[in-house]
């Protein structure tokens, strides 16, 4: 429904549907609602169009995304995939079912954690789009039900499957992966971060341009064991999308099952937590949430505590 509003000695007749916002002035009150009666049927025959999908991926990329070294990469991929499902629709034009069927759509082909984490990317940019941008009157994220996330991961390598996959002999990139993985299981680091982490040797820590959640370089302590492996580490050229799918090759041709590159940062906080306090073992993961670091990472079974008492 248009507004119309005095204004000095004339009319302001607003329009804002279905996220197309316009405003004019008119001499009387009767040229203002025939205006605004004009504008918002052309809107409903869809000769006048909101901002668009793109429109909104695209701003969100630039402004919001935009410094999140760790993440944009991944962001800009899920945009992608995102217009690719919707098309070229005006953002306004998107419901809760449309959503809710995306969201079915996806659960056919990726976990429940995975969809959960592309919700709330999606979620915020419409949230961001409604508040601060003014495109929409509303999300349509309210009321959409969230996946469940998936039960939390209990596998950690073992020393065989590590001395296994390390003493392939392999060349190239994939043998920068194994150097990867091994500093991985010294520090704890993500593959992100491996691959773009510095060490400091008369600081003795790593300083990290990268990391997850940070807009700012991060130092990072390390373990005695891990600093000449450290001292040696070579120049990497492998992107961190390439050398996860060099791994997932390798650990197939070694007939290594139901692990990635991640669990070994899970397998080395597992491994230093029996050396050194929680608090400690938080600084080195950059865990501000305990509660994440003993859930997700710290896979130590009961059994293995017992014989340890």
Known sequence: ???????????????????????????????????????????????????????????????????????????????????????????????????????????????GSTVLREVNLFRNMFKIAHEEWRWLDASPFTGVRLPEENPARETIWTWRQILRLLRAKRTGKTAQMQIAFRIALHTGLRLQE??????????????????????????????????????????????????????SRLCNDLLIKGLTFHDARATALTLLSRRMDVLTLARISRHKDLNILMKRYYRETPEQISARL
Request: hydrophobic fraction near 40%; aromatic fraction near 8%.
């Open 1 to 111: 429904m248009a507004s119309i509003k005095p204004h000095g000695d004339q009319w302001r007749a607003q329009v804002a549907r279905k996220g197309v916002r316009k405003s004019a002035v008119w001499a009387t009150k009767r040229e203002a609602v025939a205006w605004a009666n004009r504008v918002e049927a052309e809107i409903d025959a869809g000769l006048q169009r909101g901002h668009t999908l793109a429109d909104a991926c695209k701003k969100y990329l630039e402004t919001v995304s935009i410094g999140k070294a760790d993440a944009e990469d991944w962001e800009r991929r899920r945009f992608a995939a995102f217009m690719a499902h919707f098309g070229d629709v005006a953002l306004a034009e998107i419901t809760s079912e449309d959503l809710g069927e995306w969201r079915d759509s996806r659960l056919k082909s990726v976990s």
């Open 194 to 247: 491996v691959l773009t982490c510095t060490y400091d040797p008369a600081r003795k820590v790593l300083v990290l341009p990268v990391s997850k959640g940070e807009r700012k370089p991060v130092t990072v302590p390390v373990v005695r064991r891990a600093r000449k492996l450290l001292e040696a580490m070579p120049r990497f050229t492998v992107s961190a999308n390439e050398g996860s799918s060099l791994f």
